[in-house]
């Protein structure tokens, strides 16, 4: 799997992974209905910096169990696993604060591949210049997200009560999530463990 | 003094307020060069209801000490105090809670005119159906802001260090302030005071 800067040509594959996440209504907090153009409109906003995570082989996504053999163009677009943003979370005085959202393709879950974007992320975001990242929207029953935000070193500063309409559970909490990426050597993510 | 809803005639009034506050650098995370047309695309986004305080009398505004007489056209703009826009913070599961964004015009503070918009704000808020109210970047040196967020409610959920740089403090803290808009009677910004 590689990482790099999105193109025009990953626009499809990018909008087919946006249309199931955001469909699902559990994650984040846009219109479930979003139309296409203001999809990409949003995941390639000017000063947003944007990435897709690809497969290595033609046959990365296709061996899904239970989907039908899938037709060239489907394999294509399927090589793109996950997608994220990075961009200045505020504009003025706040430019200097990092915001990122991730995207990963329902079929190319549990194998790594938000983690990988993850410190791919915060690596881009040292070289940019960036002196801390902020999660504006953790969605509460996001655990997954969660444990990886924390593996990476990101608090908890805010709980925002009953932010969130999740379509199954109701009113649920968000949390804001926040670190520096100042001061102590980056450690793309590994958590130094406490030995003592 | 009234508050009413912008209409197109009030762009180039909201313009100048919105000028002089976003070129001072200390309360808004903006590009301090913003331009007029992003500006006002900005203030009168779709889904964003966009307000504004007006002077009752034609005088308002125009007695200002070290001011040249003001020509007609100028009295007219300087009928307009302030200007506060009211939206969703976040779409689909978020759009629930409300954010706020506020504006005086340097020649009409420490008249009263934010906290009357503010309290209309909060009245338009419940009239909306919105369920809580969060504002995500009140800037820790903004205390005339923050003392009124305090007296309607508003709690300080999290603390963003450094999040903002301040043009003569350097690296500030950002405040996200959060209230519900359920329960209670709905008191307009009245703080009722312990009296035991």
Redesign the interface.
Known sequence: MKIRHATEADRDAIWEIFREV?AA??T?????N?SRADALAYWFAAGTHTYIAQGDAAGDGVAVPGKRTASPAIIRARQILGTYILRP?????????ANAGFMVSANARGQGIGRAMARHCLSEARRLGF??M?F??V?STNTAAIRLWRDLDFEI???????????EKGYVD?Y?M?R?LLGRRFRCGRRSRRTS
Do not use: C, K, W
């Open positions: 955001v209504g559990e984040y907090a846009l219109d479930p979003i979370n505020q504009s003025g005085g706040g430019s200097h604060v002196r801390a902020q504006n929207y969605i500063v805010s709980t925002l009560r009953d932010a969130f309409h999740h379509p968000v804001v926040y520096s």
